[in-house]
């Protein structure tokens, strides 16, 4: 069974850090890229961040662009996003994905693996 796993969030003020993880069990994703989205009430999910199966090719929202940093560990099978200055509006229900695709994208469509997700609260 594919599993992926978010851990990190919680709550904090403005302008604090958090760095959140995703472990993948049941198949590698060594080969596959990888993203984070993330979805508020009353909004839909928007990725985030994404990045290649080698780490090489990276992708970030205007609105997290400087803040957030996208990372993977291939050999934990894990990938990471670094979030530093948090703002009021980041506070979400955070969620990593996987797609098939190798290479970078950013259409929700193609990413077929889903964690459970993991709530951000960022407080002033």
């Known amino acids: 069974q594919v599993q992926l796993v978010e851990s990190g969030g919680g709550l904090v003020q403005a302008g604090d850090s958090l760095r959140l993880s995703c472990a993948a069990s049941g198949r590698t994703f060594s080969r596959n890229a990888m993203a984070w989205f993330r979805q508020a009430p009353g909004k839909e999910r928007e990725i985030l961040a994404a990045i290649s199966w080698s780490g090489f090719s990276t992708y970030y929202a205007d609105s997290v662009k400087g803040r957030f940093t996208i990372s993977r560990d291939n050999a934990k099978n894990t990938v990471y996003l670094q979030m530093n200055n948090l703002k009021l509006e980041d506070t979400a229900v955070y969620y990593c994905?996987?797609?098939?695709?190798?290479?970078?994208?950013?259409?929700?469509?193609?990413?077929?693996?889903w964690g459970q997700g993991t709530q951000v609260t960022v407080s002033s």
């Open positions: 994905a996987a797609t098939i695709r190798s290479q970078v994208t950013v259409r929700r469509e193609e990413y077929n693996y």
